[in-house]
């Protein structure tokens, strides 16, 4: 099969959207200290030639595609290997809970797995791979994009955080809790097919109004 295409525009709506409210209602709850300020010293780095610079930036991006390659790989590997020995009906099996509680379905419990351990850079081909090979619908992958387009890569991601001394609470619970209301609100909207009434109800308030009939 062919994987069902979503829209970009979608993706990225529903993503800001998430974003939005979330840190909305987040600064609701710490609060927020507009006053207070960081100070941040830094010495000022000479410039470097133009030709310096583009080695250096030729040379990260080569490691960073070989890191990908290797990660991908990798990947790969190991779900080739839960395929031979069927562990993959297993795993899915044991996470099934929650996957309940994320809104998704069976079927898509490797692909959301991936991402979230792996980020969507890294795991996007083994996530590809894996919806070109089962018969999922295009229903349930637009769940999985809403929410691993919001709550992905929940190691490597929050690590860099970490280090600068954010709670891990607000790392990971808001994303997962972001996420999972995205999903309820996307299956009550295909439920109750409300955007289908939103269009009518739009088309109906543009149509011009009717014209009085004419005089005899």
Known sequence: MTVNQG???KATAVRMIAAVCAVVLIAQVIGGEPTTK?????EPSPGQPFGVMLKIWS???FYLGVKIFIIIMVLMWILETMKRFNIIPFIVKL????????GLDQQVGILWLTAVFFGIAYGAAVIVEEAQEKNITAGQLTRLQ???????SMIDDPGLYLAVGIHPFWLWVPR???AIAAVQVYNLIVRFNLLSHLTQLVSKTDKPPDRPGGCN
């Open 7 to 9: 829209h970009p525009w």
């Open 38 to 42: 960081i100070a941040v010293l830094a």
């Open 59 to 61: 040379v990260k991006t």
């Open 95 to 102: 996470i099934k809970p929650v996957l309940s509680l994320m």
């Open 146 to 152: 809403i929410s691993i387009g919001i709550n992905h």
């Open 176 to 178: 997962l809790i972001v």
